[in-house]
């Protein structure tokens, strides 16, 4: 029961019960609650300045837990990526120019998202697109070994496909002309000279440089031509041409092995003398002929090469 409050009549000389109106009452419970509240979120808005609830210190500690995690995952990617770099170092300067491939681009396909710095969304998407670029690099790369693994295949037939000996016996040669722009022998102006000119009594065999099949035949006698002429195609970007021949011994579609004898060297089309011109292209382009072979290469060898089928 609610606790009562008594006042002395003065005239009567009793305690009588003191009676608070119901009005009174409703206002005073009104500003109780007013009070109250207000004390509510008083104290609710200084806690939270000064102190923070055990939800939110847990909410916080997982969040930098996370952070940590983000961190060490984009560092490990990156570790990663710096290793698939240096494969693809070795891809780019040693395989593919070994098999005389195009370079391959990470460029492509690559993912850019742009968060705050500083912001969490900002470790995230960093760390995403990381992974994303780095998922590409890996499929990149083993696009690139699929290919190299097919060259790789046929190393051996492309050795022996690759012109690799000098197309006439060096001891015979008075003189071996220059490769690149020089004076034009026959009109005289500045021309780029595609091949080697070896300098050589009219007759001399003439081999064939590496396996390959005859993609050109030409007879000619004209000033203005390589005269007579033999293209050989080797497969794998690579051509060579032996030019101004006195005799050819073979025809368009024939198979022909490294040290076959395809011709002798001669005077034909546009020559100021005997002598054999040569040329190595790659995929059309003139190749410096000299790097395919060695001067110095042993004369036991070469009679071996050449001497096979005879």
């Not at 608070?20 to 419970?29: A, G, H, M, N, Y």
């Not at 000064?50 to 990617?77: A, C, G, Q, R």
């Not at 005389?100 to 681009?105: Q, R, T, V």
């Not at 071996?176 to 722009?181: K, P, R």
Request: hydrophobic letters at 35%; one cysteine or more.
């Amino acid at each position: 029961m609610p606790r009562q409050k008594y006042k002395l009549n003065t005239e009567s000389l009793d305690f009588e019960v003191i009676k608070i109106p119901l009005r009174r009452k409703t206002q005073r419970f009104f500003v109780m609650f007013l009070l109250s509240l207000i004390l509510f979120f008083v104290y609710n808005y200084i806690y939270s300045q000064f102190f923070e609830s055990p939800k939110i210190m847990l909410l916080k500690s997982e969040n930098i837990n996370i952070k940590l995690k983000y961190d060490l995952l984009l560092k490990d990617v990156e570790n990663a990526d710096k290793s698939i770099t240096e494969i693809n170092n070795r891809d780019q300067n040693v395989y593919r120019t070994l098999f005389g491939l195009d370079k391959i681009s990470y460029t492509s396909g690559k993912r850019n998202i742009n968060f705050q710095k500083g912001d969490f969304l900002h470790n995230v998407g960093k760390t995403f697109v990381a992974l994303d670029n780095f998922r590409h690099k890996i499929y990149i790369q083993s696009k690139s070994f699929d290919i190299i693994s097919k060259y790789a295949a046929n190393m051996e037939k492309m050795a022996l496909c690759m012109p690799s000996i000098p197309p006439i016996d060096l001891r015979k040669v008075r003189r071996t002309g220059n490769y690149g722009y020089r004076i034009d022998p026959f009109f005289g102006d500045w021309r780029h000279h595609d091949g080697l000119d070896f300098t050589a009594d009219t007759g001399n065999p003439v081999y064939a440089t590496g396996d390959g099949v005859v993609s050109t035949v030409i007879y000619s006698n004209s000033p203005i031509s390589y005269g007579n002429r033999i293209d050989i195609e080797h497969g794998f970007g690579y051509l060579t041409r032996y030019a101004h021949l006195s005799k050819i011994f073979v025809k368009e579609g024939m198979q022909i092995k490294r040290g076959d004898m395809i011709g002798l060297s001669g005077n034909t089309g546009k020559s100021t003398g005997p002598h054999l011109h040569y040329e190595v292209r790659y995929y059309g382009n003139p190749m410096y002929p000299k790097k395919y072979y060695v001067d110095e290469s042993s004369e036991i060898n070469y009679d071996k090469i050449i001497n096979r089928t005879k």
